[in-house]
T-cell receptor, first 114, second 113 residues
Framework: DTAVSQTPKYLVTQMGNDKSIKCEQN?????MYWYKQDSKKFLKIMFS???????INETVPNRFSPKSPDKAHLNLHINSLELGDSAVYFC?????????????FGSGTQLSVL | GENVEQHPSTLSVQEGDSAVIKCTYS??????FPWYKQELGKRPQLIID?????GEKKDQRIAVTLNKTAKHFSLHITETQPEDSAVYFC????????????FGKGTTLSVSS
């Protein structure tokens, strides 16, 4: 009954490959996010979707493409992976409309690009 | 956009001492200020939050204070224990659609026994 689950937990791949990370939440939240945590632990917002609609798109290379098939799912596809993409990617959800600003994070996907 | 500065980046204390972490934010319209704790290899988890209509909030050994005029907020941990060792993040956000939590760069707290 995990609230926010993401797969895979670990992803090791070669430069130039394409990979996807999947995220699902069972909290009934309308808003989902992708955050990137680099080697210095900095948590940076990448994207946010509200009810399947993209509402935040920070300065992220267009090799990163989020997709939200429904409000419970938010996936992240990365094309032509580069060494600098190595990081931990966290999915999160919240329900701001009901005053619920609290972010619920998934367990993270550690991406290593070799 | 919002920018959150956090200090110190590392903090070492003896068990039983107090620890204080400070943050400043730039967007005067921000009105929600949470603190997250991240243990090694785990996800960030909310430990306490405060809204702009409150100056101080306490939950057992942790407390948060907010000075909206100065755009400062702080986390206070009293009677620290080894299990408090973790990375702590402050964050800020407007209560407005289309905004996301903006995090400080984190403070690594080490509590030695």
């Amino acid at each position: 009954d995990t609230a926010v689950s993401q797969t895979p937990k670990y992803l090791v791949t070669q430069m130039g490959n394409d990979k996807s990370i999947k995220c699902e939440q069972n909290l009934g939240h309308d808003t989902m996010y992708w955050y990137k945590q680099d080697s210095k632990k900095f948590l940076k917002i990448m994207f946010s979707y509200n009810n399947k609609e993209l509402i935040i798109n920070e300065t992220v290379p267009n090799r990163f493409s989020p997709k939200s098939p429904d409000k419970a799912h938010l996936n992240l596809h990365i094309n032509s992976l580069e060494l600098g993409d190595s990081a931990v990617y966290f999915c999160a959800s919240s329900q701001p409309a009901r005053g619920g600003e609290k972010l619920f994070f998934g367990s993270g996907t550690q991406l290593s690009v070799l | 956009g919002e920018n959150v500065e956090q200090h110190p980046s590392t903090l070492s204390v003896q068990e039983g001492d107090s620890a204080v972490i400070k943050c400043t934010y730039s967007d005067s319209a921000s009105n929600y200020f949470p603190w997250y704790k991240q243990e090694l290899g785990k996800r960030p988890q909310l430990i306490i939050d405060i809204r702009s209509n409150v100056g101080e909030k306490k939950d057992q050994r942790i407390a948060v204070t907010l000075n909206k005029t100065a755009k400062h907020f702080s986390l206070h941990i009293t009677e620290t224990q080894p299990e408090d060792s973790a990375v702590y993040f402050c964050a800020a956000k407007r209560d407005q659609a289309g905004t996301a939590l903006i995090f400080g760069k984190g403070t690594t707290l080490s509590v030695s026994s």
